[in-house]
């Protein structure tokens, strides 16, 4: 990667350094970047960060042309990453797939953009695109590595959860079950698995222990253990009004 010259690069991180000082997107934000990148036009944080405010606002016409600026200049890291913008940003679920598996190839190791790695975040991919059959292959791979490397209750909930809900809606509530379960034995509070068990129960004709599942659900909620984003709705978020909902049908059940 061509860094340009040594005073040229270190006059762009100093302008960089100084214009994150204030609010992400300002006037003074954008333009101090932007002033980085015209001193040293392969300074390629400051690239990527022109992008970050057309992103948040909504604005793919203006932030996928920027964005691409930064992956020709640093293509490990922000092929994967904008597989995760594709992701939750955009659904686009096809184009987010590419990436993570673009990543694969570009680099030896296993990526981990945001925290997790390409598995996980394929895991959501596919189950947004209703794939099920993908979306718990790469659940399975991502939680078979996460358990040798940590343990299993090293295990994201997410992880469980989401490959619970791809069991669920593929129509195998046993092993969805099994799954939901891992959710409440390691982590107690969460809405999402509670939920889903409810529905389990209530098919199965438990409505007594159904209720009781999503009555502690609602407390789980209303304590804030529950799936939720920044900037951008989770995929299958639930809400209040959906766990009172299910409360009134299993009620009405009885």
Do not use: C
């Not at 015209?38 to 996928?64: M, Q």
């Not at 199965?204 to 209720?211: F, H, I, P, R, V």
């Not at 407390?219 to 209040?240: A, M, P």
């Amino acid at each position: 990667m061509n860094k340009g010259k040594p005073d040229v690069r270190s006059l762009a991180e100093e302008r960089y350094k100084d214009a994150i000082f204030y609010t992400q997107g300002s006037t003074a934000f954008q333009n101090g970047i932007a002033e980085a990148v015209i001193i040293d036009p392969t300074y390629e944080p400051g690239v990527y960060e022109l992008s970050v405010a057309d992103l948040k606002r909504g604005l793919p016409h203006k932030w996928l042309p920027q964005y691409n600026k930064a992956v020709e200049l640093n293509p490990e890291q922000r092929i994967p990453w904008r597989g995760y913008l594709y992701l939750w940003f955009y659904r686009d679920y096809k184009k987010a797939i590419a990436d993570f598996n673009a990543s694969d190839t570009i680099t030896p190791y296993l990526d981990y953009p945001q925290g997790h790695s390409v598995d996980f975040w394929r895991g959501i991919a596919y189950l947004g695109a209703k794939d099920y059959e993908n979306s718990i292959s790469y659940w399975d791979k991502h939680i078979t590595k996460e358990t040798e490397d940590s343990g299993e209750d090293w295990v994201e909930l997410e992880a469980f959860l989401y490959r619970g809900i791809a069991y669920y809606e593929s129509g195998n509530q046993k092993k969805a079950v099994e799954d939901f379960d891992r959710v409440i034995h390691y982590f107690k509070q969460s809405a999402d698995a509670k939920y889903y068990k409810s529905f389990i129960l209530l098919n199965k004709g438990n409505k007594k222990e159904a209720l009781a599942m999503i009555n502690n659900a609602i407390v789980d909620f209303k304590n804030g253990y529950f799936i939720n984003r920044g900037y951008v709705e989770t995929l299958r978020q639930i809400y209040l009004e959906d766990l009172e909902e299910l409360k009134s049908k299993i009620i009405a059940s009885n």
